[in-house]
């Protein structure tokens, strides 16, 4: 989750020794067909601009072309550039938890989307106020909210970062001023379809994406003068392609872990999520959204093997050229990006694409969900277009000022700490979903937002006593250790059922 941070603190001297100007106007030139394209489609499925159409696509989305695109807009410009890195640390090991996801997207697939659909939902947080009450529900809608908003607005900083430090600087374009045009871009194409015009500018950018991964390859492959048997044989012998560890229960990447920390990770940051569900609750049918979630569930593994592929490969690059790896994995695919010769200007013009393509599948998606939270969970007025636009609009502002801000403050830690921070916030989330669907006891809704602030304190608590006392560092299951917190505070402060007084 902080991997974001080394991409600020890496300094692509790319510009200083390679970035021509020539090259920099090919790179907007790539980028503006991009947004063309994306234009194209907004206008394409833009025949209706209601609220029906902004938050839930008339409910008429075909599931393949949803599967597909949720595989890109899952996938960040910080994942993009990281997870080829992991790799140097923690060999392949990371499809551990990949299979976890499968478990995971069963489990929303079968368990969550049947009660979304039954109740006809267009913000998932409703659910919370018809089962546990107002306060439940703001209390979801609002963690939502502030996580959703702040991990955003970092992961859209790093590939506004990279394109300023690719593009915009090159051309004395200040900062501030590249940030309100990538924005603006965000607000134009989706102001009017919303998630009606997500759900096919996702399959737009998740193929472009998936081009840009495999022609980097390729390119790493005509580098090494390897066949594609040549690859599947230097994979196979190399130690770097570990997948499983069984054998040291303590180890962060022990197999149970990162299994179980993936099943739940996908539970509660995609079926928890309205960000995730929001395009899946456009299917027809509760059996096309359940197909079109098993689909792309499955889909993350070759996904994933793909860029750690990738890694491996770049790693053997690195040493048949006696090129330092680097310390820090996520430099490995930047590095490769500076280094080459030949191949260079092409790969830059990859790189620029396959980074803006993870990152504003990601970003629209998420701006478009923080819309329909705001108007649905906490103003109440699902069908006031007026307030649906100016909404769209301000939160787009408020993207791009914390964006500026962010880069005004130039404090990684004060960043890092605020990510942190987000991190924590799902936990609640998970608990109180659980506490609503598996059992049956009233709770005291006026006291649900102190427990769900108070679950992180102890989570955070937990974490640092762990780290002085004994050296053990939380990872992925402090989720499930703060779900099982607000879990137990909402049934200490719930009441049974039968003990409700009669109307």
């Known amino acids: 989750m902080q991997s974001y941070k080394i991409i600020i603190n890496y300094q692509l001297t790319i ?14 030139v790539i980028i503006c067909i991009y947004f063309a394209a994306l234009m194209f489609i907004s206008r394409l499925t833009q025949r209706r601009a209601d609220n029906q159409t902004f938050f839930r696509a008339e409910r008429r989305s075909p599931w393949y072309m949803v599967a597909f695109g949720m595989v890109g807009a899952s996938i960040s410009g910080v994942t993009f550039v990281s997870v080829p890195g992991m790799v140097l640390s923690s060999q392949m090991t990371y499809l551990q938890v990949c299979l976890g996801f499968i478990v995971g997207y069963l489990v929303v697939a079968f368990v969550l989307l049947p009660v979304y659909y039954k109740l006809n939902l267009t913000s998932i947080y409703m659910y919370l106020g018809q089962r546990l009450g107002r306060q439940s529900y703001q209390t979801g809608a609002w963690f939502f909210l502030l996580s959703k908003m702040v991990g955003a607005t970092i992961k859209f900083y790093v590939v506004c970062m990279v394109l300023q430090q690719f593009v915009f600087e090159a051309l004395g374009v200040p900062f501030m001023v590249s940030v309100l045009v990538l924005v603006l871009l965000i607000w134009l194409y989706t102001r009017k379809g919303g998630v009606r015009t997500l759900v096919f500018t996702d399959v737009f950018q998740t193929s ?26 230097a994979l196979y012998t190399d130690e770097r392609s570990r997948v499983f560890e069984f054998d040291d229960w303590t180890s962060p990447r022990y197999f149970w872990k990162q299994f179980l920390s993936g099943a739940f990770i996908v539970i509660v940051m995609t079926g928890l999520d309205q960000d995730m569900m929001q395009k899946n ?4 049918s509760l059996r096309e959204a359940q197909k079109d979630m098993c689909s792309y569930g499955v889909a993350f593994v070759p996904v994933n093997l793909l860029f750690l592929a990738l890694g491996v490969l770049l790693a053997q690059l690195c040493e048949s050229q006696d090129v330092a790896l680097p310390a820090k994995g996520d430099e490995l695919l930047p590095l490769y990006v500076e280094h080459t010769s030949s191949f260079f200007h092409i790969t830059s013009y990859l790189f620029v694409l396959g980074i803006v393509a993870a990152s504003f599948s990601s970003a629209d998606s998420a701006l478009t969900s923080l819309t329909t939270s705001y108007c649905v969970d906490i103003k109440g007025r699902a069908h006031d277009e007026q307030l649906r636009k100016r909404s769209h609009l301000i939160i787009c502002l408020l993207f791009a000022v914390m964006i500026i801000v962010f880069h005004l403050l130039n404090n990684k830690s004060l960043i890092d700490a605020i990510y942190t921070i987000v991190s924590y916030t799902y936990g609640p989330l998970l608990g109180l979903f659980v506490f609503g669907l598996f059992t049956k006891r009233l709770v005291n809704d006026r006291w649900t937002p102190v427990v769900c602030v108070i679950s992180p304190c102890f989570c955070y608590a937990i974490d640092s006593m762990a780290q002085m ?11 499930m250790v703060n779900g099982l917190l607000t879990f137990l505070g909402l049934w200490l402060l719930s009441r049974s059922a039968e003990c409700q007084s009669p109307s």
């Open 15 to 28: 510009i200083n020794y390679f970035v021509t100007l020539p090259t920099v106007m090919w790179i907007i």
């Open 469 to 479: 006392l004994w050296g053990y560092h939380f990872g992925y299951e402090l989720l």
């Open 281 to 284: 609750l456009t299917c027809r």
């Open 208 to 233: 472009c994406l998936f081009v840009a991964l495999l022609l980097i390859i390729y390119m790493v492959m005509l580098q090494m003068d390897f066949s594609l048997t040549d690859v599947l044989g």
